[in-house]
C-alpha cells in the first residue's frame, strides 16, 4: 500500500505562487509515475500535471502549460508542483496520484492506482 500526503496549499492572490509537496511512502518510489489532479467546486475532477516514472518526461494541462511546473525527487520520495501567475480559475482542491510503472496515456485519472487526501488551494481575485 502506498500512502501519499498532499502539503503547501492555501490561499493567495491572483498572480502569486505556491508549490505543492506530495510526499509517498514506500521505497519504490523510483517506479511510480505521479500526476496532479484537481477537482474545482461544482465541477469534474481533471488533469494537471504528471511525470513519468522511467524517464522523468512531463505532460502538462493546456491550463497549467507555462505556469506550472512538475517535478520529483526520488531520494526523497517527493513531487512537487510549482504554481506561478496563479488565476482565481485555479481555485480548486488538488491531489497527487500514483500509478506504479505507469505508461502510455498518463493523463487519466483511472489508470492511476494511489491518491492523496488533497490540499485546497484557494486563489482570490
Known amino acids: 500500500q502506498v500512502q501519499l500526503v498532499e502539503s503547501g496549499g492555501g490561499l493567495v492572490q491572483a498572480g502569486g505562487s505556491l508549490r505543492l509537496s506530495c510526499a509517498a511512502s514506500?521505497?519504490?518510489?523510483?517506479?511510480?509515475?505521479m500526476g496532479w489532479f484537481r477537482r474545482a467546486p461544482g465541477k469534474e475532477r481533471e488533469f494537471v500535471a504528471a511525470?513519468?516514472?522511467?524517464?522523468?518526461?512531463?505532460v502538462y494541462a493546456d491550463s497549467a502549460k507555462g505556469r506550472f511546473t512538475i517535478s520529483r525527487d526520488n531520494a526523497k520520495n517527493t513531487v512537487y508542483l510549482q504554481m506561478n501567475s496563479l488565476k482565481p480559475e485555479d481555485t480548486a482542491v488538488y491531489y497527487c496520484?500514483?500509478?506504479?510503472?505507469?505508461?502510455?496515456?498518463?493523463?487519466?485519472?483511472?489508470?492511476?492506482?494511489?491518491w492523496g487526501q488533497g490540499t485546497q488551494v484557494t486563489v482570490s481575485s
Open positions: 511525470i513519468r516514472w522511467n524517464d522523468g518526461s512531463t
Open positions: 514506500g521505497r519504490t518510489f523510483r517506479t511510480y509515475t
Open positions: 496520484a500514483a500509478g506504479i510503472y505507469l505508461g502510455g496515456d498518463i493523463t487519466t485519472s483511472l489508470r492511476y492506482n494511489y
